[in-house]
């Protein structure tokens, strides 16, 4: 019974009490629908089930899969017919089933209580604190802190437009003071300090790509946020690897936060001349009082905070993985005003889904040309040599808001700043910068920039003479 997991899931529509709720379909029947192979344990609740994994990457395929279906049942729907799911994860004990059933029940009926703070987020997922210690790093960082429920330990998941934030750290091995040490400042300063400024902290470690470099330089180079912790001397000098990622991080004029420990006594380490000047978080090189620990915690995260700052530039920026392997395209990460431009959320959420959203706020002629332009830009990044007409990877077709609360009858063009493509995974970044006044529309109706300057790459038939008004 040691290796087992049970999952409580229950199933609710609006937490709005003054909405009424309609006939809730049940969820064994919505589980068996979304996979037949399920070891479902019958509580004789229409509303909860309990399901039984004997390894927890089933338990995230069946996740991933109650999200899937969590974003088609609820796609377009009014707030009163939004299907909520709440999941708690627990470890099998000793005591029997009976045991096991109530303290799911119990605690899922605790947390969906707690619904009415993130009525956005249709999937809510907790584990307890027991499950978390028994999961590699790259699934504890889908996890934030641990808090007190009912007097169990519990984790939240993170929602899925959460920004990542990645973590520059020593690692060590395992068992060793280092990685004892990165293991802790991950744990008590950085993951709290990421979670309440809507975070969610990777370290390396937590890479889930074949090749780890790629990945940690791929992330130092795109990631909106990065926490540099810089360790402590005495462990033969500071650390070659964390300095050389911090060279690239600042390189790349990307923000960061940097923490390092002091003495015991609370003075500081000499630290190298390039960064001896930089505004450091100093945190004590031993375990420490609560209140110390929260005045650090607050102090990184007013740095996060100040830094977050840097990240949405005037122009709305978004970065697109493409990942033709598993073939999942999303948006990793989005600028705040970029939600605001798109109005709609943006982190996680599927390429073509965001695209289908911004074709509904363009007018007709617009949608096609903007749609084939984008596909033959992606194109030309994964084979830029294969076709010598496309001279250069520049966009000329804008997003025209034919309807928008705040932008209709604006111009925004796509701007590729930057990108990678490499294993199969293309990630673009991508500036999206109003064009409005430089924007005319020809014979077909078809809105078009002048900025970009690109006019070998267009398409004979366009005729630039309307201007957008």
């Given at each position: 019974?040691?290796?087992?997991?049970?999952?409580?899931?229950?199933?609710?529509?609006?937490?709005?009490?003054?909405?009424?709720?309609?006939?809730?379909?049940?969820?064994?029947?919505?589980?068996?629908?979304?996979?037949?192979?399920?070891?479902?344990?019958?509580?004789?609740?229409?509303?909860?089930?309990?399901?039984?994994?004997?390894?927890?990457?089933?338990?995230?395929?069946?996740?991933?899969?109650?999200?899937?279906?969590?974003?088609?049942?609820?796609?377009?729907?009014?707030?009163?017919?939004?299907?909520?799911?709440?999941?708690?994860?627990?470890?099998?004990?000793?005591?029997?089933?009976?045991?096991?059933?109530?303290?799911?029940?119990?605690?899922?009926?605790?947390?969906?209580?707690?619904?009415?703070?993130?009525?956005?987020?249709?999937?809510?997922?907790?584990?307890?604190?027991?499950?978390?210690?028994?999961?590699?790093?790259?699934?504890?960082?889908?996890?934030?802190?641990?808090?007190?429920?009912?007097?169990?330990?519990?984790?939240?998941?993170?929602?899925?437009?959460?920004?990542?934030?990645?973590?520059?750290?020593?690692?060590?091995?395992?068992?060793?003071?280092?990685?004892?040490?990165?293991?802790?400042?991950?744990?008590?300063?950085?993951?709290?300090?990421?979670?309440?400024?809507?975070?969610?902290?990777?370290?390396?470690?937590?890479?889930?790509?074949?090749?780890?470099?790629?990945?940690?330089?791929?992330?130092?180079?795109?990631?909106?946020?990065?926490?540099?912790?810089?360790?402590?001397?005495?462990?033969?000098?500071?650390?070659?690897?964390?300095?050389?990622?911090?060279?690239?991080?600042?390189?790349?004029?990307?923000?960061?936060?940097?923490?390092?420990?002091?003495?015991?006594?609370?003075?500081?380490?000499?630290?190298?001349?390039?960064?001896?000047?930089?505004?450091?978080?100093?945190?004590?090189?031993?375990?420490d009082i609560l209140e110390n620990i929260f005045s650090s915690i607050?102090?990184?995260?007013?740095?996060?905070?100040?830094?977050?700052?840097?990240?949405?530039?005037?122009?709305?920026?978004?970065?697109?993985?493409?990942?033709?392997?598993?073939?999942?395209?999303?948006?990793?990460?989005?600028?705040?005003?970029?939600?605001?431009?798109?109005?709609?959320?943006?982190?996680?959420?599927?390429?073509?889904?965001?695209?289908?959203?911004?074709?509904?706020?363009?007018?007709?002629?617009?949608?096609?040309?903007?749609?084939?332009?984008?596909?033959?830009?992606?194109?030309?990044?994964?084979?830029?040599?294969?076709?010598?007409?496309?001279?250069?990877?520049?966009a000329t077709i804008p997003i025209v808001f034919k309807e928008h609360?705040?932008?209709?009858?604006?111009?925004?063009?796509?701007?590729?700043?930057?990108?990678?493509?490499?294993?199969?995974?293309?990630?673009?970044?991508?500036?999206?910068?109003?064009?409005?006044?430089?924007?005319?529309?020809?014979?077909?109706?078809?809105?078009?920039?002048?900025?970009?300057?690109?006019?070998?790459?267009?398409?004979?038939?366009?005729?630039?003479?309307?201007?957008?008004?």
């Open positions: 019974m040691a290796n087992q997991f049970f999952m409580a899931i229950g199933l609710d529509y609006s937490g709005d009490e003054n909405i009424p709720k309609k006939q809730v379909n049940s969820i064994k029947n919505i589980l068996q629908e979304i996979s037949s192979s399920l070891k479902i344990k019958d509580i004789g609740r229409k509303d909860k089930i309990i399901i039984e994994f004997n390894d927890y990457k089933d338990a995230e395929k069946l996740i991933g899969n109650i999200y899937s279906y969590s974003d088609k049942e609820n796609k377009s729907k009014l707030k009163q017919e939004i299907i909520y799911f709440y999941i708690i994860i627990i470890f099998a004990d000793s005591d029997g089933l009976l045991s096991i059933v109530g303290t799911s029940v119990d605690l899922l009926k605790s947390v969906i209580t707690l619904k009415i703070k993130n009525l956005t987020h249709p999937v809510q997922i907790y584990i307890t604190k027991e499950v978390y210690d028994s999961l590699p790093p790259n699934h504890q960082d889908l996890y934030h802190s641990k808090f007190v429920l009912d007097g169990t330990d519990i984790h939240e998941r993170y929602t899925k437009d959460t920004r990542r934030c990645f973590v520059v750290s020593p690692i060590g091995e395992k068992g060793s003071d280092i990685r004892d040490r990165s293991d802790y400042v991950f744990e008590t300063y950085i993951k709290p300090s990421c979670g309440i400024t809507n975070y969610r902290a990777v370290r390396g470690d937590m890479q889930r790509g074949n090749k780890i470099m790629d990945d940690v330089i791929e992330s130092l180079q795109s990631d909106s946020m990065a926490i540099v912790y810089l360790g402590n001397p005495k462990w033969n000098g500071w650390n070659p690897n964390v300095m050389f990622e911090l060279g690239i991080r600042v390189g790349n004029s990307l923000p960061y936060v940097i923490i390092k420990d002091s003495t015991s006594n609370g003075e500081r380490y000499e630290l190298p001349f390039d960064i001896k000047d930089i505004r450091i978080v100093d945190i004590s090189e031993q375990e607050n102090t990184i995260k007013i740095q996060i905070q100040d830094n977050h700052k840097l990240v949405d530039s005037v122009h709305p920026y978004g970065i697109v993985k493409l990942n033709y392997e598993n073939k999942s395209f999303e948006y990793i990460e989005a600028s705040d005003n970029l939600v605001d431009l798109f109005g709609c959320a943006v982190i996680g959420k599927d390429l073509s889904e965001v695209n289908a959203h911004l074709l509904n706020l363009m007018p007709e002629n617009q949608k096609k040309p903007y749609i084939l332009e984008q596909d033959r830009l992606i194109y030309q990044l994964i084979s830029p040599k294969k076709d010598a007409k496309y001279t250069q990877v520049s609360s705040t932008y209709q009858g604006k111009a925004f063009l796509p701007f590729i700043v930057e990108y990678n493509y490499s294993d199969n995974i293309l990630t673009v970044k991508v500036l999206y910068v109003d064009v409005t006044s430089v924007t005319i529309k020809n014979n077909e109706g078809v809105y078009i920039s002048n900025l970009s300057g690109s006019d070998n790459i267009l398409p004979d038939f366009f005729d630039q003479n309307t201007a957008l008004s």
